[in-house]
Nanobody, 126 residues
Framework: QVQLIESGGGLVQAGDSLRLSCAASGRAFSDYAMGWFRQAPGLEREFVAAISWGGGNTVYADSVKGRFTISRDNAKNTVYLQMNSLKPEDTAVYYC???????????????????WGQGTQVTVSS
């Protein structure tokens, strides 16, 4: 199992940028595709982005496409989410997760992830 710890959340204004980090420990980080999800109060957890084991393939939710970028550094066991042009509707707790395989197939389903971080709050004011 992989242990995941997110960081980088905070309170920003609309139009600002943030970069979230997710540090992994435990089993081989490079074996897994990684994903970011978010959950706003009263809503279900929703898919944001995912990246394959080697970083060559990525996929994004339509709501963040063109604004968010997922990347990973396997040498540092870390996955990142660069968030630009933030909007108030991006406000949520953001979670990183380790997928049960190395590909991004099925990345939008929470059931395809075996390990989750504790989450980091992102609040975007208007």
């Amino acid at each position: 199992q992989v242990q995941l710890i997110e960081s980088g959340g905070g309170l920003v204004q609309a139009g600002d940028s943030l970069r979230l980090s997710c540090a992994a420990s435990g089993r081989a980080f490079s074996d897994y595709a990684m994903g970011w999800f978010r959950q706003a109060p009263g809503l279900e957890r929703e898919f944001v982005a995912a990246i394959s084991w080697g970083g060559g393939n990525t996929v994004y939710a339509d709501s963040v496409k063109g604004r968010f970028t997922i990347s990973r550094d396997n040498a540092k066991n870390t996955v990142y989410l660069q968030m630009n042009s933030l909007k108030p509707e991006d406000t949520a707790v953001y979670y990183c997760a380790a997928k049960t395989s190395g590909t991004i197939v099925g990345s939008s389903s929470t059931s395809n992830y075996g390990s989750w971080g504790q989450g980091t709050q992102v609040t975007v004011s208007s």
